[in-house]
């Protein structure tokens, strides 16, 4: 009886405090499509994430044609993501450019040292630039968080480093991750409950080099997880021994298709798998730091 009193109450909650909540989340847009049209024209760095997403959503909102959405194609960007940003580009109806970037003939990237992201970045960056030239826009816009800036990100050095060519409304206004979630529910994003997906390179150890092969293998090892059901996913590649992460509320449903998962991964050239028993967690690579 209180248990169902208790969600009674939660609920009556949720009604009387939802007008008030639609009025903060269209406050909080506001105030970032008045921070994005002073810049006048952007270029903005599009993964198809809930971040750039929603960052591409506003600017478009702001800006119109004058926004162009710009979606860097790397060794270590999934197919299927790429496909994701092309969706939610043609959902937004902001304008979308694919650009090709070989980032393994880059022997900083390829090296995979702990400031791999710094130089990955700094290249990402560069072609941006160079789109924002070409177009004769004013700015980069990208949509790094509040809630980065607590975690390892040495991309953010490369930012920094652009100074006013990049402009990060989401920092400059302290947005945090779930707040962008709740603005892309808020504005109806099919996006807005995606799970944070960082490149695949994260799965290879600091100091592991970084190969199309070994890449590919990790690609097609977790879309079939993925294709599976689990939502949650890493396999990291510990020199050919694959290291799965899933929310230990999934460790069973994984073991009950190990014969298959095993099979699968065995094929494509693991030589043994294993499961993370401490579960799934983003930057798992980065705790030996």
Do not use: W
């Not at 040292?113 to 826009?137: D, N, Q, S």
């Not at 600091?206 to 293998?217: H, K, M, S, V």
């Amino acid at each position: 009886m209180s248990e169902l009193y208790s969600i009674s109450f939660n609920a009556m909650l949720l009604i009387r405090y939802f007008p008030i909540l639609n009025l903060m989340y269209a406050a909080r847009i506001d105030q970032l499509k008045s921070a994005i049209m002073e810049r006048g024209t952007a270029v903005v760095a599009f993964s198809g994430g809930v971040d750039s997403a929603t960052l591409g959503y506003l600017a478009y909102h702001a800006l119109g044609n004058r926004a162009v959405a710009v979606t860097v194609k790397l060794h270590s960007y999934p197919e299927r993501e790429l496909d994701n940003a092309k969706k939610v580009a043609e959902e937004i109806g902001i304008e979308h450019m694919i650009l090709e970037f070989n980032e393994l003939e880059i022997p900083s990237i390829a090296e995979n040292t702990p400031m791999r992201c710094y130089y990955c970045k700094k290249e990402i960056l560069g072609l941006l630039a160079a789109v924002k030239e070409e177009l004769g826009f004013d700015v980069i816009l990208e949509g790094s968080n509040a809630s980065d800036i607590a975690v390892y990100r040495p991309g953010r050095k490369a930012i920094s480093e652009a100074g006013k060519l990049v402009y990060s409304p989401f920092v400059e206004y302290g947005v945090t991750k779930e707040e962008i979630r709740q603005i892309a529910r808020y504005v109806g994003l099919s996006v807005a409950d995606k799970p944070s997906y960082s490149c695949l390179a994260s799965r290879f150890p600091y100091g592991n080099a970084l190969t199309p092969e070994t890449i590919r293998r990790v690609e097609m090892s977790e879309n079939f997880l993925f294709d599976m059901g689990f939502t949650h996913v890493r396999v990291r590649d510990h020199k050919g021994i694959a290291r799965i992460e899933v929310y230990p509320s999934d460790f069973s449903d994984l073991l009950l298709n190990r014969e298959k998962i095993i099979s699968y991964f065995k094929r494509i050239g693991f030589y043994y798998v294993t499961l993370d028993i401490e579960g799934f967690r983003s930057g798992s690579m980065d705790e030996i730091l």
